[in-house]
C-alpha cells in the first residue's frame, strides 16, 4: 500500500548460492542466483581464483561436522485471502481509530525461504521456513501539521491476530497521533530517558557490534576487549542474543560458519559473558566464538510496569526513535529525539521536536535507573523499555 | 552483455495496461584490508528478469532468477495476475497511463570484469604506502569496492532501453590517538566514481596525494581538535554537507510518493522554501555541460530521463515522479522511477541531486563570518518526513574572525530543511559531487549528490563526553524487516539501518 492505498500485489522467485573455498588458509566468496551446471562450474572456479588471491591466514575455517539435521519453521504456505483479509482489517481499524494517521507505506509479505548449508567437513543443515512481515511508515496529520513518521515491523509465523495487536504497532499509532503538536524541552539538562523498546533496539545494535562484536575486537578499539566475566553494566541486565526463544520467529537455526545456532547470554546479571565472534575472529583472538550470529536480542523483564516508572521522574524524556549517527565505537553518541515526549512530575506531558540528546553508551548501562515489566515481542527481539539517568538533553 | 530475450515478446503485452519487461545483471565485487590482513573477499552476481503490468490503478509484478523464453512468458503471466488479482480487490477504476512516443535507448560502456587479484593487488600497494609512511596510526582499513548494474528494457508504452552503470571507489580509513589517547577517526574515498575498476585506478602512486590529505586531516583533529560551542550558528557547510541536505533533507520530501504519504513538501508547492539564492536540481545525465557522475538516460518505466527542477530562487516549483504520480500531480515525469535490483519494482528515486553554485568566492565567505564553523565532511544524517534532520559531521574548522582557527572534532548539526534554507545568504562559485553514495528507500540504489559551499544557520552540538572516534565496523546482521523509507548508505547496502530514516557514509 502507497499513500493509504493498494498499489502493488507480486510474487518473486528467486535463488541464491555463496560458495566460499578456504584453501592452504586464503579464502575467496563468491554468491550469484543460478543453479544450471554451467553457472555452478563457474561459478566455483571464481571462488577458487578469489582464494587464490588471497593473503594466507590459518584462522579462518568451517564448523566440523556434528549432527546434521533439517528444520521446518513457520508456516511456509502462505494464506494469500487470509492475508489481504488482515490488511484490509489493519487499515479499517487505523481509519476508524487513528483518524489523523496518514499510511505512507504498508508492505505485507509471505517469504517462504528453502536453504541448505553444506560444507566439505560432511556438515549439512536445511531449513524450509515460512513467515509473515509487516512493515509500516506512517505519520499523523491536522490541516499543514505533521508528526515525524515513524516505521515499525513485526514477524509472525501466523496470521491468526489481526496486525494491529502485533508487537507494538498499536501503541506506535496512538503515541504519533499525540506528535502533530510538539514543542522543544528549551535549554540544557541532565535527565532521565526513557527509551521505548523500539528504540532499546537501535542503540543497542551499535553497542553490541562496538563493542562485543569482532570488529572493535579484531582492531583492539573495542572498550570491552579485556572485560570477559568482568561487570560492565546494572546487575538488572541480562541480554541474551536468543534466535531459538519461541517468542523469535523463524530465527536461524545454524550460524554463517555451519554450527548448529545456539542462544546465549552476552551480559548475565551484569557481567560481559561472551562476545558476538565468527569463527574466523574466535580463532585469531583465542575467544570462544558467538553461539549465534542471528542478533536475535532478548532483554529480560524488570518487576515495575512502566507507568509506574515514569511516575517516579521528576523530568526527562521518553524516546521513540533515535535520529543520529552511528555511536563512536567509545560509545558516544549525539542525536535527535524522535517521537519521543517530555516528562514531568511524574507525567508524560506533550511531544518534543528539536530536542538533541548526548551519552555514552557503556555509562548508560551503568546508570539504568529501571527496566519495564512490559516487553515488546515483534518476532525479532523481545525488548523491554529500559530507563536511564544522567543523559544530556537539550532544546532548542 | 545481457542477450534480448524481451523484445520478441512484446506480442504478449495485454492491450488497455502499461506492461514493462526488465532483465538485468547486478555485478558486485569487495575486497578489504584490515591492518594488512584480509578480511573481505567477496564477489556476488544476482541475474534475472521481472515483468510489471499496470491495470486498473494498480501493479502486478512478479520475477524469476531464470532468464529463458519460457522464464520471461512466466513472469509476465504472474505478473498480469497478480494485477488482476489486485484491481478485483482494491481496483481504482483507472486506464493505462498517457501515451508516450517509442524510442529505444541505449547506453554502451565495455563493462571490464577485472578479477579479485586486480582488486587486491591494488589496495596492498596503497596498504604497503601507509603502512611505510605513517607509522604512528593506530589501525588503518582500506575497501576496494565495484558494482554495477546492466539493464535491458522493454516496455509497451515509451522508450525501451539498454543501460549500464558501472562505479568504483577505494575507500581508506584511519584511526590515530587522539590527544588524550582515546582513538580518532577520519575516512575518505580516494578517488574512482562512474566506470570500471581498471579505469579508474591504474596506478597505486595516483592515489598517494588524497591519502596523504586524509593524514593531515586525521592529524590535526586527533592532535588540535576541539568540540564545537552547542547552539544555533552560522555555518559553511561544504559541499558534501550541502550534498546530503540536497539528497536527505530536501530531496526525499520531494519524492512524489513521500508527498503523497504527508511529507511536509505537500503544501509547500509554489510557495517560498528558501532565500532567493537557493537552486536544487536532480540532474539525470548532464549538468553544467558535463556527464553527471551517475548518467541515467531512460528510467525503468520507459521514460526519458529529463532533469527535474525542484527549488527555483527559493521557491518549491516540482516534485520527483513516476508516471502514476505524475499524472495525479499533473507534472512531467522526468524519469525517476528506479529499481535496484531484477526482483525489485520502480520506486521514485533521485539521480543525481544538487544545490546549484551561487557567486560567493570561498574564501569571501569565511571572512565574513566572525564566529562559526567550516564544515566540511560527514559520515552519516539522517531527515524526518517534516524536513527535520540530524548530519554527522567527522571534520571541520572553526571560523574566528573571518579566519580558520582549530580543527574540530565529530560533531553533529540539525535543523529543519525549509526554516535552514530560508537563511541561506551566500553559495560559492563552485561546487563538488560525490557518488559513492547508496540511497536505501525501501530498495538499495546508487545516488549522485554535490552542492556549492553553503553559508547558513544550523544547530550544532556538541558533545560533554570523550573525544569522539570512528572506525571501519563489522555490523552484525540486521535482521529488522522495519522499512528504510529515507535512507541511504554511502556505501554498502548492508549496512542500511534498521532505523526508519537514517544515512551512514561510513565505509
Given at each position: ?5 493498494f498499489?502493488?500485489?507480486r ?10 573455498a578456504i584453501q592452504?588458509?586464503?579464502k575467496g566468496?563468491v554468491?550469484?542466483n ?7 562450474r ?12 588471497a593473503?594466507?591466514d590459518?584462522?579462518?575455517d568451517?564448523a ?8 521446518v ?5 502462505p ?5 489481504f483479509?488482515r490488511?484490509?482489517?489493519?487499515m ?29 567437513y560432511?556438515?549439512?543443515?536445511s531449513?524450509h ?7 509500516l511508515?506512517?505519520?499523523?496529520h ?11 515491523g513485526?514477524i ?6 489481526p ?8 501503541k ?26 523500539g528504540?532499546?533496539?537501535?542503540l543497542?545494535?551499535?553497542?553490541l557490534a562496538?563493542?562485543?562484536g ?7 578499539t573495542?572498550?570491552w576487549k579485556d ?25 536461524d537455526?545454524?550460524?554463517s ?6 542462544n546465549?547470554?552476552?551480559i548475565?546479571d551484569?557481567?560481559l ?6 569463527l574466523?575472529?574466535?580463532n585469531?583472538l ?19 510496569s512502566i ?8 523530568r ?15 560509545g558516544?553518541?549525539s542525536g535527535?529525539?524522535?517521537?519521543g515526549?517530555l516528562?514531568?512530575?511524574g ?12 551519552g555514552?553508551l ?5 546508570h539504568l ?22 543523559i544530556?538533553?537539550s532544546?532548542? | 552483455?545481457i ?11 495485454a492491450?488497455?495496461a ?28 544476482q ?14 509484478f ?15 503471466q504472474?505478473?498480469s ?6 484491481a478485483?480487490?482494491?481496483g ?6 498517457k501515451?508516450?512516443a ?17 582488486y587486491?593487488?591494488?589496495i ?38 539498454h ?7 577505494i575507500?581508506v580509513v584511519?584511526?590515530?590517538?587522539g590527544?588524550?589517547?582515546q582513538?580518532?577517526e577520519?575516512y575518505e574515498?580516494?578517488g ?5 575498476f581498471?579505469?579508474?585506478?591504474t ?8 591519502i596523504?590529505?586524509l593524514?593531515?586531516?586525521?592529524r590535526q ?14 555555518v559553511?557547510?561544504?559541499g ?5 541536505l540536497?539528497?536527505e ?9 513521500l ?10 508547492l ?30 525503468d518505466?520507459?521514460t526519458?530521463a ?11 516549483v ?14 512531467v ?7 535496484y535490483?531484477f ?17 560567493s ?5 569565511i571572512?565574513?563570518?566572525?564566529d562559526g ?12 518526513t ?8 567527522t571534520f ?10 582549530r580543527?574540530?572534532?565529530?560533531t ?14 551566500m553559495l ?9 553514495g547508496m540511497?536505501g528507500?525501501?530498495q538499495?540504489m546508487?545516488v ?8 547558513c ?6 558533545t ?10 563489522t555490523?552484525p ?17 548492508s549496512s542500511?539501518s ?6 551512514s557514509?561510513?565505509?
Amino acid at each position: 500500500m502507497d499513500g493509504g492505498e493498494f498499489s502493488l500485489f507480486r510474487t518473486l522467485f528467486d535463488k541464491q548460492l555463496a560458495m566460499t573455498a578456504i584453501q592452504g588458509g586464503r579464502k575467496g566468496i563468491v554468491a550469484q542466483n543460478r543453479y544450471d551446471e554451467a553457472t555452478l562450474r563457474e561459478s566455483a572456479k571464481a571462488c577458487l581464483e578469489a582464494a587464490a588471491s588471497a593473503q594466507p591466514d590459518e584462522n579462518w575455517d568451517f564448523a566440523p561436522l556434528s549432527q546434521n539435521e533439517d528444520f521446518v519453521l513457520g508456516e511456509v504456505t502462505p494464506d494469500t485471502d487470509k492475508l489481504f483479509f488482515r490488511c484490509q482489517e489493519l487499515m479499517a481499524s487505523v481509519k476508524e481509530r487513528f483518524p489523523t494517521i496518514i499510511m505512507e507505506q504498508m508492505i505485507v509479505a509471505h517469504k517462504e525461504v528453502l536453504k541448505a548449508k553444506a560444507n566439505s567437513y560432511g556438515v549439512l543443515f536445511s531449513t524450509h521456513q515460512g513467515s509473515y512481515q509487516v512493515q509500516l511508515m506512517f505519520s499523523a496529520h491536522e490541516g499543514e501539521k505533521a508528526s515525524s513518521f515513524f516505521g515499525g515491523g513485526v514477524i509472525a509465523d501466523n496470521l491468526d491476530k489481526p496486525f494491529l495487536e502485533l508487537g507494538s504497532i498499536e501503541k506506535d499509532l496512538a503515541d504519533v497521533e499525540r506528535q502533530i503538536d510538539t514543542t522543544s524541552v528549551g535549554g540544557k539538562f541532565e535527565g532521565t530517558m526513557v527509551v521505548t523498546p523500539g528504540c532499546v533496539g537501535e542503540l543497542f545494535y551499535s553497542l553490541l557490534a562496538d563493542f562485543a562484536g569482532e570488529g572493535g575486537l579484531l582492531s583492539g578499539t573495542s572498550p570491552w576487549k579485556d572485560k570477559l566475566g568482568e561487570k560492565v553494566a546494572d546487575e538488572r541486565i541480562t541480554l541474551s542474543l536468543a534466535p531459538l526463544d519461541e517468542r523469535i520467529v523463524c530465527g536461524d537455526r545454524t550460524t554463517s560458519d555451519g554450527f548448529r545456532a545456539e542462544n546465549f547470554d552476552i551480559i548475565k546479571d551484569g557481567k560481559l559473558s561472551a562476545f558476538f565472534l565468527s569463527l574466523y575472529a574466535a580463532n585469531k583472538l583465542k575467544l570462544p566464538r558467538g553461539k549465534n550470529d542471528s542478533f536475535n536480542v532478548v532483554i529480560a523483564p524488570g518487576d515495575k510496569s512502566i507507568d509506574e516508572i515514569i511516575s517516579t521522574i521528576d523530568r526527562g524524556i521518553v524516546i521513540g526513535r533515535f535520529s543520529g549517527g552511528q555511536p563512536s565505537s567509545n560509545g558516544d553518541f549525539s542525536g535527535v529525539a524522535k517521537n519521543g515526549f517530555l516528562i514531568e512530575n511524574g507525567k508524560i506531558g506533550p511531544a518534543l521536536s528539536e530536542t538533541m540528546i548526548a551519552g555514552n553508551l557503556a555509562d548508560m548501562l551503568n546508570h539504568l535507573r529501571a527496566i519495564s515489566r512490559e516487553q515488546v515481542a515483534d518476532g525479532m527481539s523481545v525488548l523491554p523499555y529500559m530507563v536511564f539517568d544522567g543523559i544530556t538533553i537539550s532544546g532548542k | 552483455m545481457i542477450q534480448d530475450l524481451l523484445t520478441n515478446k512484446k506480442y504478449l503485452f495485454a492491450s488497455g495496461a502499461n506492461t514493462e519487461l526488465r532483465a538485468q545483471r547486478n555485478l558486485n565485487r569487495r575486497a578489504v584490508l584490515l591492518n594488512g590482513a584480509l578480511v573481505g573477499n567477496v564477489r556476488t552476481e544476482q541475474f534475472g528478469v521481472s515483468a510489471r503490468v499496470y491495470e486498473n490503478g494498480v501493479y502486478g509484478f512478479s520475477s524469476t532468477a531464470e532468464y529463458t523464453d519460457e522464464t520471461v512468458k512466466d513472469v509476465l503471466q504472474a505478473a498480469s495476475e497478480n494485477a488482476a488479482f489486485l484491481a478485483r480487490h482494491a481496483g481504482k477504476g483507472k486506464g493505462p497511463h498517457k501515451a508516450m512516443a517509442p524510442n529505444r535507448i541505449v547506453t554502451a560502456y565495455d563493462l571490464n570484469d577485472v578479477e579479485q587479484r586486480t582488486y587486491i593487488e591494488f589496495i596492498q600497494a596503497l596498504d604497503g604506502y601507509i603502512a611505510q609512511k605513517y607509522p604512528d596510526l593506530m589501525s588503518r582499513t582500506i575497501i576496494a569496492t565495484a558494482d554495477s548494474m546492466e539493464k535491458l528494457l522493454c516496455v509497451s508504452n515509451g522508450s525501451d532501453g539498454h543501460s549500464i552503470l558501472p562505479r568504483s571507489y577505494i575507500y581508506v580509513v584511519m584511526t590515530m590517538a587522539g590527544a588524550d589517547g582515546q582513538p580518532v577517526e577520519l575516512y575518505e574515498v580516494v578517488g574512482g566514481g562512474y566506470g570500471t575498476f581498471d579505469r579508474n585506478y591504474t596506478k597505486p602512486e595516483d592515489c598517494y596525494a588524497e591519502i596523504d590529505k586524509l593524514y593531515d586531516r586525521l592529524r590535526q583533529k586527533a592532535k588540535d581538535g576541539v568540540y564545537p560551542e552547542a547552539g544555533t550558528k552560522t555555518v559553511i557547510l561544504g559541499g558534501i554537507l550541502s550534498g546530503m541536505l540536497a539528497h536527505e533533507a530536501v530531496g526525499h520530501t520531494v519524492e512524489a510518493d513521500l508527498v503523497i504519504g504527508g511529507s511536509v513538501a505537500g503544501p509547500c508547492l509554489n510557495k517560498r522554501v528558501g532565500s532567493d539564492l537557493v537552486n536544487l536540481v536532480d540532474f539525470a545525465h548532464t549538468a553544467f555541460g558535463q556527464p553527471t557522475p551517475l548518467p541515467l538516460y531512460v528510467d525503468d518505466e520507459g521514460t526519458a530521463a529529463t532533469d527535474a527542477v525542484l527549488i527555483k530562487d527559493g521557491i518549491l516549483v516540482g516534485y520527483m515522479n513516476n508516471r502514476e504520480s505524475a499524472e495525479r500531480f499533473n507534472m512531467v515525469p522526468t524519469g525517476n522511477a528506479r529499481a535496484y535490483l531484477f526482483s525489485d519494482e520502480p520506486l521514485i528515486r533521485m539521480r543525481n541531486t544538487a544545490v546549484l553554485p551561487g557567486k560567493s568566492k570561498l574564501e569571501d565567505m569565511i571572512a565574513s563570518i566572525d564566529d562559526g564553523y567550516y564544515l566540511l565532511d560527514t559520515n552519516n544524517g539522517q531527515a524526518d518526513t517534516t524536513g527535520e534532520f540530524m548530519f554527522g559531521v567527522t571534520f571541520g574548522y572553526e571560523i574566528k574572525n573571518g579566519k580558520l582557527a582549530r580543527p574540530l572534532l565529530d560533531t553533529t548539526i540539525s535543523g529543519v530543511a525549509f526554516d535552514m534554507l530560508k537563511t541561506v545568504d551566500m553559495l560559492s562559485d563552485e561546487m563538488i559531487w560525490a557518488s559513492s553514495g547508496m540511497c536505501g528507500k525501501k530498495q538499495p540504489m546508487p545516488v549522485g549528490m554535490g552542492g556549492p559551499a553553503v553559508k547558513c544557520r544550523v544547530n550544532i552540538g556538541g558533545t560533554r563526553w570523550r573525544p569522539c572516534r570512528r572506525r571501519a565496523r563489522t555490523r552484525p546482521r540486521p535482521t529488522s524487516p522495519t522499512p528504510s523509507p529515507m535512507s541511504s548508505t554511502w556505501t554498502e547496502a548492508s549496512s542500511a539501518s534498521s532505523a526508519p530514516c537514517s544515512t551512514s557514509s561510513s565505509p
